[in-house]
């Protein structure tokens, strides 16, 4: 099992910026993939940015440019750095981790853009 924990989000005015956290503990194994996905109401769920454990990063063709996904290995933990925000990046924020098979979501953290 693993278990995320997120942080970070807020409200923020239209062209600001916020980082979001992910905090993964449990039983990590070596190859991984960790990502962010978001959900807006009356949406599905999609993806926004992935990172592997090998270091391949991905980016949804709408945050390319203005999203930025980092990681610190040594404390399993994964960021997400969005600057230029806009009212549209409004939605819930979802941590995922997948190893071996299965896929681990965070609880969520809202992100709000808006004047």
């Known amino acids: 099992q693993v278990q995320l924990v997120e942080s970070g989000g807020g409200l923020v005015q239209p062209g600001g910026s916020l980082r979001l956290s992910c905090a993964a503990s449990?039983?990590?194994?070596?190859?991984?993939?960790m990502g962010w996905y978001r959900q807006s109401p009356g949406k599905e769920r999609e993806l926004v940015s992935t990172?592997?454990?090998?270091?391949?990063?991905s980016y949804a063709d709408s945050v390319q440019g203005r999203f930025t996904i980092s990681r610190d290995s040594a404390k399993n933990t994964v960021y997400l750095q969005m600057n230029s925000l806009k009212p549209e990046d409004t939605a819930v924020y979802y941590c995922s981790h997948r190893q071996l098979g299965s896929n681990y979501w965070g609880q969520g953290t809202q992100v709000t853009v808006s004047s």
């Open positions: 990172i592997t454990s090998g270091g391949w990063i």
């Open positions: 449990g039983s990590i194994f070596r190859v991984h993939t």
